[in-house]
C-alpha cells in the first residue's frame, strides 16, 4: 500500500550513512592538535584532588625507566678502557659539567647531577615522542610539564641565591654606578625580568616541541589526502612524503637541542645566583 511504501522511504532516508560509503578518507583522519590531547589510563583521585595516571604519566615513566636503564648498563662495570654504553653516559655526563664549567666557573660542578637529570630527562621525553606506530606521546609539548620544570630551575637558583648571599642577593637586580631614578627604573625591568624567566624557559621547550610535532601531523595528512587521487598516488604524495621525513629528521634535531637550549639556560641562571654581576 502507498502509505507502506512511504514508511520504507522514509526510515531510508533516516539512516546513517557509514563513514567508508561517503568516500573520503581524509575527513576519517584524525585533527593536528588531537595528537596533545591527555587520556586518562587510571583515574585516581589524592586528598580531593585528581591525580589520575595518563597517557603524559605513562610516557615520562617510560622516560624514566629508559633513562634508569641506560645509566645502570653504562655504569653497572666500569673499566678502564670504556665500552659504548660507559662511554655514552661519560659523554652525556662530560658535557654537562663543560657546560657549568664554562657558564658558572669551579663552583657550578655541584650541580652537575641535578642539571644532568633535567638535560636527559627532557632530551628523552623529546625523543620519545618521535616513535611512530606505537602511539607514542610528548611529555614536553605541554605547557604543565615543561613550566613544572621551569619552576624547578628557579626555586634552585632562588635557593642558592639567597643560601649564599642573603638579602644582599637583591643586588643582582640594582645597576652599579648609575644614576638613581634611572637605577630604579632599570631594577624594576630587571626584576620582571628574572620573573618571567620560568615562563620562557617553559614556553620556549613547549611551542618547538608542539609545532614540530603539528608540522609532522600536517604534511602526513597531505601524504595521505594527496596519494589517494585515483590514477597519479605517486605523483600527488611523493612530495609531501619526501618533506615528512626532511621534518623528521630536522624534528630529531630540534629535539637535542631544545633539550640543550634548556639545559644552557639553567646554567646560565645558575650562574646569576652563584656569581652576582
Keep these: 500500500p502507498p502509505a507502506s511504501i512511504a514508511r520504507c522511504k522514509h526510515r531510508r532516508s533516516l539512516t546513517p550513512i557509514p563513514p567508508a560509503a561517503t568516500g573520503s578518507k581524509a575527513t576519517d583522519?584524525?585533527?593536528?592538535?588531537?595528537?596533545?590531547?591527555?587520556?586518562?589510563?587510571?583515574?585516581?583521585?589524592?586528598?580531593?584532588?585528581?591525580?589520575?595516571?595518563?597517557?603524559?604519566?605513562?610516557?615520562?615513566?617510560?622516560?624514566?625507566?629508559?633513562?634508569?636503564?641506560?645509566?645502570?648498563?653504562?655504569?653497572?662495570?666500569?673499566?678502564?678502557?670504556?665500552?659504548?654504553m660507559q662511554a655514552a653516559v661519560e659523554y652525556l655526563y662530560d658535557f654537562v659539567q663543560g657546560m657549568l664549567d664554562e657558564n658558572v666557573g669551579p663552583k657550578g660542578r655541584r650541580f652537575t647531577p641535578i642539571l644532568f637529570s633535567l638535560f636527559i630527562f627532557v632530551l628523552v621525553c623529546n625523543l620519545l615522542g618521535l616513535i611512530p606506530w606505537v602511539g607514542a606521546f610528548t611529555p614536553t609539548s605541554h605547557i604543565a610539564v615543561t613550566l613544572g620544570l621551569a619552576m624547578l630551575v628557579f626555586a634552585i637558583v632562588l635557593i642558592v641565591g639567597f643560601a649564599s648571599h642573603g638579602l644582599h642577593f637583591f643586588s643582582l637586580f640594582w645597576p652599579k654606578d648609575t644614576f638613581l631614578p634611572l637605577a630604579m627604573f632599570v631594577a624594576a625591568i630587571e626584576f620582571l625580568s628574572f620573573l618571567s624567566r620560568p615562563f620562557t624557559l617553559a614556553i620556549r621547550l613547549f611551542a618547538?616541541?608542539?609545532?614540530?610535532?603539528?608540522?609532522?601531523?600536517?604534511?602526513?595528512?597531505?601524504?595521505?589526502?594527496?596519494?589517494?587521487?585515483?590514477?597519479?598516488?605517486?605523483?600527488?604524495?611523493?612530495?609531501?612524503?619526501?618533506?615528512?621525513?626532511?621534518?623528521?629528521?630536522?624534528?630529531?634535531?630540534?629535539?637535542?637541542?631544545q633539550a640543550y637550549v634548556f639545559a644552557l639556560l639553567a646554567s646560565i641562571y645558575l650562574n646569576d645566583a652563584i656569581n652576582l654581576h
Design 29 to 84: 583522519m584524525a585533527g593536528p592538535m588531537e595528537q596533545f590531547a591527555l587520556k586518562v589510563l587510571k583515574p585516581l583521585t589524592v586528598a580531593g584532588f585528581d591525580a589520575s595516571f595518563t597517557n603524559s604519566s605513562l610516557w615520562m615513566a617510560i622516560a624514566v625507566t629508559a633513562i634508569a636503564i641506560f645509566l645502570f648498563v653504562g655504569t653497572a662495570k666500569p673499566q678502564l678502557v670504556p665500552g659504548r
Design 208 to 257: 618547538n616541541m608542539t609545532a614540530g610535532h603539528v608540522l609532522l601531523k600536517v604534511f602526513g595528512t597531505f601524504v595521505v589526502t594527496l596519494g589517494s587521487f585515483g590514477a597519479l598516488p605517486y605523483v600527488f604524495g611523493v612530495l609531501p612524503l619526501a618533506v615528512n621525513v626532511a621534518l623528521s629528521a630536522l624534528e630529531v634535531l630540534i629535539a637535542v637541542v
